[in-house]
């Protein structure tokens, strides 16, 4: 049995830690963010010191307790970058990196966590199945119940993880076919079940759990942005974007979406969303710039800081195939800050929005 004290990687710097959900474990593993000198910072696997010199994931059962741990751990470990003796720019240059792969593991958890809430929400008035009423292949049938309260809560699901023997877990996928039934079980990994998690969102839009993840994430972003639209109706959200016109703030971010304000032609609020250039894709945001708008772009790429500490200023466009975006003259052309907000403010307005 490998023992703490002979683990070689307990020698390395770590810079940040960040959890990661495992379905296959239902549990929350934390990662760290190991310094590599001179080649950029890598995630892996955190490990911790068990009882008698044991190894152990560091592992935990709630998103919540995990987060919370991570969050107090993170500023001690960025205090620890602060003290090292190193080149001021070498030390600036990792800072930024460190920054970069933290905002990316946010936003990615974010973000999900608001596309699964929304795909529950589209679902919230469907029919829940009986459970006795379920057509099941007669090798699943074991697996009736525990099916029937995954459909309670996701009546939309066409891929689940059940499973349960000899008071052990040990998890299967059953798939429901175009005849209404589901299938036999079928031996769950961890790829396979990843994939049973990315149908409790991807189903909940019509979208298949198989195709590529990034894609499809892509799409649910567009179905979202008409109902994002909408909330520029609500009254809570009209005092929110009052309360910053008065602040002076033009835009505010929240989990991808953009409340923008357009002074020209009397136009007020509207919605765009946040994109991305091939230098800014999963760059730190440069929190303090700011965008210069030259266009009615319906797309926002935010200001970011490059790996060799260089500001880029943020900008507008539109995308791939929507043609050119109209111009501005130069006389309205506009340069403003932003103001960023955690992304469950967006989580939040969502719940808030009835459908009709």
Do not use: C
């Amino acid at each position: 049995m490998l023992k703490w004290s002979e683990l070689k990687r307990t020698s390395d710097i770590v810079l940040a830690v960040w959890p990661h959900y495992r379905p296959l474990h239902e549990r929350w593993f934390m990662q760290e963010l190991v310094d590599k000198d001179e080649l950029p910072p890598v995630w892996r696997e955190r490990m911790v010191p068990g009882e008698n010199d044991t190894v152990r994931a560091d592992h935990y059962p709630e998103r919540e307790t995990a987060i919370a741990a991570a969050q107090a751990l993170n500023p001690v470990l960025s205090a620890a970058v602060s003290a090292r003796t190193m080149d001021p720019v070498a030390k600036r240059s990792l800072e930024l990196k460190i920054d970069k792969a933290l905002q990316a593991k946010q936003r990615l958890l974010e973000e999900e966590v608001l596309m699964l809430r929304e795909a529950q929400r589209r679902h919230a008035d469907d029919a829940r199945p009986d459970p006795s009423s379920l057509k099941l292949a007669p090798e699943s049938e074991r697996y009736r119940q525990d099916l029937a309260e995954q459909l309670a809560e996701m009546p939309y699901l066409k891929v689940a993880k059940v499973g349960r023997s000899n008071s052990r877990w040990t998890y299967a996928l059953v798939f429901l076919g175009l005849d209404g039934a589901w299938s036999k079980p079928y031996h769950a990994g961890e790829k396979a079940a990843l994939t049973a998690e990315r149908a409790k969102i991807a189903n909940g839009f019509d979208l298949s759990a198989t195709a590529h993840w990034g894609k499809t994430k892509a799409r649910i972003r567009q179905i979202l942005l008409p109902r994002a639209n909408q909330l520029l109706q609500m009254a809570s959200v009209q005092r929110l974007l009052a309360e910053a016109l008065a602040r002076g703030d033009h835009v505010l971010v929240s989990n991808g979406i953009v409340f923008w304000y357009e002074p020209e032609g009397g136009i007020g609020w509207q919605v765009k969303s946040t994109s991305s250039t091939k230098d800014s894709e999963g760059a730190t945001i440069w929190k303090e710039g700011t965008i210069l708008s030259t266009n009615h772009g319906r797309l926002v790429v935010l200001p970011y800081i490059k790996e060799n500490g260089e500001p880029i200023r943020g900008h507008t466009k539109n995308g791939p195939n929507d043609g050119r975006a109209l111009p501005r003259h130069p006389d309205h052309y506009v340069e403003i800050p932003f103001s960023l907000y955690d992304g469950d403010l967006m989580i939040g307005l969502f719940g808030e929005l009835p459908y009709e």
